[in-house]
T-cell receptor, first 114, second 109 residues
Framework: GAGVSQSPSNKVTEKGKDVELRCDPI?????LYWYRQSLGQGLEFLIY????????KSGLPSDRFSAERTGGSVSTLTIQRTQQEDSAVYLC????????????FGPGTRLTVT | RKEVEQDPGPFNVPEGATVAFNCTYS??????FFWYRQDCRKEPKLLMS???SGNEDGRFTAQLNRASQYISLLIRDSKLSDSATYLC??????????FGGGTRVLVKP
């Protein structure tokens, strides 16, 4: 079946512009996660959605970052007024339910802020 | 102290040899533990869950030591295809998984 998809696969933007990254989770998965991975670094948790519960936003690095999940499915991560330090691969993952189920990752969006 | 810490490596391993590495976690209330594998410029994929009694999957063996708060991964009879970054993942509270920085393994002929 279809896995997690993300778009765009690559995004180059100028400093100060806003960007939107999209994630389509596996159908039926109630949990959705966003992570950020800088070159050669580990995954940094950003935000977590679980069903209709309030999202866990504890990993968002600043108020320039926001995310929403519409209809319990597709999610968008928005970065406003991008900075060069925002350059990274943004990974989305989904899982059937709780955190101790396997997370299935999308291929990521590589964001480059010039 | 980071919540989940790993030796970044790289561990240079001759083909056919055994390699083992650990991951330490800081939260004693951690409940679930996993090893993920990430190939270069690819997304992470689950390698195996780590159970309290330890578990084996083919050439891979995972152990959990709650007293010392670490998990380990051992790879026997290393293959060239085992070259990757191995991510330690811990579920400490709620549903948020915390990833370690990864241990890079390079298997050489």
């Amino acid at each position: 079946g279809a896995g997690v998809s993300q778009s765009p696969s690559n995004k180059v933007t100028e400093k100060g512009k806003d960007v939107e990254l999209r994630c389509d989770p596996i159908s039926g998965h109630t949990a959705l996660y966003w992570y950020r991975q800088s070159l050669g670094q580990g995954l940094e948790f950003l935000i977590y959605f679980q069903g209709n519960s309030a999202p866990d936003k504890s990993g968002l690095p600043s108020d320039r970052f926001s995310a929403e999940r519409t209809g319990g499915s597709v999610s968008t991560l928005t970065i406003q007024r991008t900075q060069q330090e925002d350059s990274a691969v943004y990974l989305c993952a989904s899982s059937p339910d709780r955190g101790d189920y396997e997370q299935y990752f999308g291929p990521g969006t590589r964001l480059t802020v010039t | 102290r980071k919540e989940v810490e790993q030796d970044p490596g790289p561990f240079n391993v001759p083909e056919g040899a055994t390699v083992a590495f650990n991951c330490t976690y800081s939260n004693s209330a951690s409940q679930s533990f996993f090893w993920y594998r990430q190939d270069c410029r690819k997304e992470p994929k689950l390698l195996m869950s780590v159970y309290s009694s330890g578990n084996e999957d083919g050439r891979f063996t995972a152990q959990l030591n709650r007293a010392s708060q670490y998990i380990s991964l051992l790879i026997r009879d290393s293959k060239l295809s085992d070259s990757a970054t191995y991510l330690c993942v811990v579920n400490a509270a709620g549903n948020k998984l915390t990833f370690g920085g990864g241990t890079r393994v390079l298997v050489k002929p």
